[in-house]
């Protein structure tokens, strides 16, 4: 059984090795609100070169619109709005920001089509790999969410939310704050002792630190976590609901494949994948998979998945919190997501010896690092 911190030497052992273009229709005309922009960025996460570009060029948060969050070990290019943006570009480390023009629309989340992924994968057996990306192109892969969309609590002990909901904040604050794959022992040590804890805590960013000076005044740890911008605090929200839709789809796959094997993932999850489309896989394979919420308890959809989504939350103890509100949000939020998702264009572009770079398509939302851990396990 292999785990994805196994496969990741093998594709991104360096940051060239994992190429991403954001693909998008910008309506651009000479006039607007907003200013359009071309970002593109090399080992660095796409929230912290939103504040550098707040400090830059002094703009608010709530001006800058985006599609999605890109590999922070990576090179990517993807696009930005900025509300009465300035007309020029911008330089700073490892980034550079080219304006392409005005248009009367933000841009926001989900609004691009996809992304181009163009990937070099190492040490591995060349004609095992050419024959799993034949048999990908047929059978396609389940559409879990990726590690990146749990960011928010990748080192917690449990998911922000959960704490959110037995509106212990407090504790909520200290996860939040000490998690760090390194230093943890150490932040969660000098808790309360603050001119040390935040002689230790240089990785924190300019909207964390604000959290943090707020609650260090205050000492009111709910007030403190609402002083997170709205995109970040949805960002908590989304990284429990996509566990549990991740949880939902390892379930199905279960029940759906005579034939399939299960990776360890993050927080102890194990992802679930088919070998082959089973009949049953197969009237599922354009299935909108819904999250959890209270819409799902009047979904239509096949009375099997129903039961598998009624279990997870059962499991979960959710029946009597979907209506739940924290920080002024909403937790459970309708939505829904393809089950099963298929590269396109999917094919070699440069191979030596067990060197292959790879080229492909995928829709908006759906991970390359998920197909990778496919490709690479079967």
């Known amino acids: 059984m292999k785990s994805l911190s ?6 991104k ?8 273009e954001e693909v998008i229709e910008i309506p651009v005309k000479s006039q607007g609100e907003y200013s359009y922009y071309k970002l593109k ?21 709530d001006r800058i619109g985006f599609c999605g969050l ?13 509300k009465n943006g300035p007309k020029k570009d911008l330089t700073g480390p490892n980034f550079t920001l080219t304006f392409i023009g005005k248009g009367d629309t933000p841009l926001k989340l989900g609004d691009a089509k996809g992304n181009i992924f163009t990937i070099t994968l190492r040490g591995v057996n060349s004609s095992k790999l050419l024959k799993n990306l034949k048999l990908l192109k047929e059978i396609g892969f389940v559409n879990y969410f990726g590690e990146q969309r749990f960011a928010p609590d990748l080192y917690t002990k449990e998911p922000l939310v959960k704490y959110f909901l037995r509106r212990d904040y407090e504790t909520a604050l200290k996860e939040y704050f000490t998690q760090h794959p390194a230093k943890s022992r150490l932040l969660k040590k000098l808790w309360g002792r603050w001119k040390e804890f935040l002689k230790h805590a240089g990785h924190l960013s300019a909207v964390e630190r604000r959290v943090l000076t707020n609650f260090i005044k205050k000492g009111d740890s709910e007030k403190a976590l609402k002083v997170f911008p709205k995109h970040l605090k949805l960002l908590f929200l989304f990284s429990y609901q996509s566990l549990l839709w991740n949880r939902v789809a390892c379930e199905l796959v279960k029940l759906c494949a005579p034939k399939f094997f299960c990776v360890n993932f993050v927080k102890k999850e194990k992802l679930c994948f088919y070998r ?27 009375n099997f998945v129903k039961e598998v989504i009624l279990k997870v939350m059962k499991k979960e103890g959710l029946e009597s919190q979907l209506d739940a509100e924290v920080l002024g949000l909403k937790v459970f939020n309708p939505g829904e997501r393809e089950f099963i998702v298929f590269p396109e264009d999917l094919r070699v572009v440069n191979y030596s010896k067990n060197i292959f770079t790879i080229k492909f398509f995928l829709p908006s939302g759906s991970y390359a690092t ?6 690479l396990s079967i």
């Open 13 to 20: 052992v360096y940051p060239e090795d994992f190429q991403v």
């Open 70 to 82: 890109k590999d922070k070990r990576a090179v990517t290019t993807q696009y930005i709005s900025i």
């Open 6 to 11: 196994v496969l990741r030497g093998k594709i």
């Open 370 to 375: 998920i197909f990778l851990l496919k490709l």
């Open 41 to 61: 960025k090399k080992n660095i996460n796409t929230l912290l070169v939103l504040d550098l570009i707040q400090k830059y060029w002094k703009v608010s948060r």
């Open 276 to 302: 082959e489309l089973s009949p049953e896989l197969k009237l599922l394979k354009d299935l909108k998979l819904p999250y959890i919420s209270k819409e799902v308890l009047n979904w239509n959809g096949p």
